[in-house]
T-cell receptor, first 113, second 114 residues
Framework: DGGITQSPKYLFRKEGQNVTLSCEQNLNHDAMYWYRQDPGQGLRLIYYSQIVNDFQKGDIAEGYSVSREKKESFPLTVTSAQKNPTAFYLC????????????FGNGTRLTVT | AQKVTQAQTEISVVEKEDVTLDCVYETRDTTYYLFWYKQPPSGELVFLIRRNSFDEQNEISGRYSWNFQKSTSSFNFTITASQVVDSAVYFCALSEAENNDMRFGAGTRLTVKP
């Protein structure tokens, strides 16, 4: 079955450490996205990529980095510069057109202590 | 700038009641798309419906219906005869023609009690 796989589901890190969240899709979608979800704030866009080797910052890109070396993969690194990294992170993909709905992964819950 | 407002943070109803989730949006664009997604406890958002800015026809799908009104910039979602399985967080989202991203409202947590 086609879909988006995020791993791991739960992730724990110590403050000051960088951590990378995995996102893989086999939907042959051109565009991929990373959102952060906090209680009461909905989903906020971190980064998105419309094509391989290209990506753009979203509303809250500070403290995060991404790469898009392959069409299927869009890993997100949460760096030590991110002030409040504990959150639920959702990866999504679509065809890249404005009317194309997003397909989401199951998310990764990151806890930094 | 685009903005989506879901003023209802949480709603609780008893099974078989009808419930309407409100969504108000702001955009300067004349071409845009509105979406509703459902997020069950498992965490994965599921696409429910898409509507473009030129199509104001209301839509019904089983117990779900959507009311799009450009005059009030609203895209409300009604669940008829709610069921416990409808319990989830529901998100309204907006995509403009010139931007390559999708912006979400804060979500409404619906709890349907048996």
């Amino acid at each position: 079955d086609g879909g988006i796989t995020q791993s791991p589901k739960y992730l724990f890190r110590k403050e000051g450490q960088n951590v990378t969240l995995s996102c893989e899709q086999n939907l042959n979608h051109d565009a991929m996205y990373w959102y952060r979800q906090d209680p009461g704030q909905g989903l906020r866009l971190i980064y998105y990529s419309q094509i391989v080797n290209d990506f753009q910052k979203g509303d809250i890109a500070e403290g995060y980095s991404v790469s898009r070396e392959k069409k299927e993969s869009f890993p997100l690194t949460v760096t030590s510069a991110q002030k409040n990294p504990t959150a639920f992170y959702l990866c999504a993909s679509n065809q890249g057109q404005q009317n194309s709905p997003l397909h989401f992964g199951n998310g990764t819950r990151l806890t930094v202590t | 700038a685009q903005k989506v407002t879901q003023a209802q943070t949480e709603i609780s109803v008893v099974e078989k009641e009808d419930v309407t989730l409100d969504c108000v949006y702001e955009t300067r664009d004349t071409t845009y798309y509105l979406f509703w997604y459902k997020q069950p406890p498992s965490g994965e958002l599921v696409f429910l419906i898409r509507r473009n800015s030129f199509d104001e026809q209301n839509e019904i799908s089983g117990r779900y219906s959507w009311n799009f009104q450009k005059s009030t910039s609203s895209f409300n979602f009604t669940i008829t005869a709610s069921q416990v399985v409808d319990s989830a967080v529901y998100f309204c989202a907006l995509s403009e023609a010139e931007n390559n991203d999708m912006r979400f409202g804060a979500g409404t947590r619906l709890t349907v009690k048996p």
